[in-house]
């Protein structure tokens, strides 16, 4: 898909504090990209979907328990407010037991039309809509957040930059880490020397066949010492998860 002014790359966050929107979005080349339409961002306040004068948007979970869960009667109509029939866009639910974001998800999801996020609180959202909504589960990473914002403008930032014309050079995007499976290799710059550490000599050597071999040593010395796993995926051709 090509992303353009006329049909931009489009994220709809769903989510109870919209005012945390753009944030991080609105800055820099990602923000830029906006304002130039390249993509756009849509918040919707999931409490203007509550069904009582209150504005209640959660209750006690079923078979006790701490906390809150968002109601799915909520929920849906928030959901169903912008995810339409015509709309292609996956819907996810940002939690810690979704599957892991990868940059293979990542990249899919920027070539296609965008994304419709849900930004969940409290214990979570009522597993029926989950169901009902066919929602995507997706976790950015082994932790726990108050909130998916954070995780949701995460996720938007690592789409938008890998859209046509957001950066500069895309040859950047192409050495990152987990582009082909392995971490990225170290980075230097001038000056030369810096609190008595040196750029290593093969950088500067002009030798890019030796620069490459070196790099990609460090590739697979940095993987192998710190993610492992990623080294095993790489060894059997799978570049991450394709589903």
Sequence with gaps: MTNSSENPWKASVLTLFPDAFPGVLGASI????????????????????????????????????????????????????????????????????????????????????????????????????????????????????????????????????????????????TEESFEDGLLEYPLYTKPREFEGRTIPDVLLSGDHKKIAEWRRKQQIEITKARRPDLIDTSEHGDDHERD
């Design 30 to 173: 990602i923000g830029g990209a906006e304002k130039s339409g390249i993509w756009q961002l849509e918040t919707v306040d999931i409490r203007d979907f509550s069904v009582n004068r209150h504005r209640t948007v959660d209750s006690t979970p079923a078979g006790g328990g701490p906390g809150m869960v968002l109601k799915p009667d909520v929920a849906a109509k928030a959901i169903d407010s912008v995810a339409t029939a015509s709309d292609s866009r996956p819907l996810i639910y940002l939690t810690p037991r979704g599957k892991p974001l990868t940059q293979y998800r990542v990249k899919a999801l920027a070539k296609g039309p965008g994304l419709i996020v849900f930004c969940g609180r409290f214990e979570g959202l009522d597993q029926r809509v989950i169901e009902a909504r066919q929602m995507e589960e997706i976790s950015i990473g082994d932790f726990v957040l108050a909130g998916g914002e954070v995780a949701a403008q995460a996720m938007i930032e690592a789409c938008v930059r890998l859209l046509p014309g957001v950066l500069g050079d895309l040859d950047s995007t």
